[in-house]
């Protein structure tokens, strides 16, 4: 499966975007996924997690109550929309699936087998 992840861009604190992450391949449904953020000279961490049903998420307590992922299997898309943005948030997000049969949301960056090549989310102050 190869992953395109979309919608990132520069915006000011306080704003929101909706990020995208187009699986092409087999269909999405069959993967567990989610995002990943790296910021300059740190390592990737875990942003948010979805299970393939898409009826149990998980998400890192610093974006908890302000980013949402949702997937449309349909389409073969999984969302990360993000609002309440802070400057902190700046970062390279990547999309990535993982092909475990488990409903359980995968917070763990070597739980995945793939991964999109990242899309910039830049947060001014």
Same mark, same amino acid.
């Given at each position: 499966?190869q992953?395109q *992840? =979309?919608?990132?861009?520069?915006?000011?604190?306080?704003?929101?975007?909706?990020?995208?992450?187009?699986? =092409?391949?087999?269909?999405?449904s069959?993967?567990?996924m989610?995002w990943?953020?790296?910021?300059p $000279?740190?390592?990737?961490?875990?942003?948010?997690?979805?299970?393939?049903? $898409? $009826?149990?998420?998980?998400?890192?307590?610093?974006?908890?109550?302000?980013? +949402?992922?949702?997937? *449309?299997?349909?389409?073969? +898309?999984v969302?990360?929309?993000?609002n309440?943005?802070?400057?902190?948030?700046?970062a390279?997000?990547?999309c *990535?699936a993982?092909?475990?049969?488990?409903?359980v949301?995968?917070?763990?960056?070597?739980?995945?087998?793939?991964?999109g090549k990242? +899309?910039?989310? +830049?947060?001014?102050?």
């Open positions: 499966v992953l *992840a =979309s919608g990132g861009g520069l915006v000011q604190d306080g704003d929101s975007l909706r990020l995208s992450c187009a699986a =092409s391949g087999r269909t999405s069959s993967y567990a989610g990943f953020r790296q910021a $000279g740190k390592e990737r961490e875990f942003v948010a997690a979805i299970s393939r049903s $898409g $009826g149990i998420t998980s998400y890192a307590d610093s974006v908890k109550g302000r980013f +949402t992922i949702s997937r *449309a299997n349909a389409k073969n +898309t969302y990360l929309q993000m309440s943005l802070k400057p902190e948030d700046t390279i997000y990547y *990535a993982s092909y475990q049969v488990t409903e949301p995968l917070t763990g960056p070597t739980m995945y087998n793939y991964w990242g +899309t910039q989310v +830049t947060v001014s102050s």
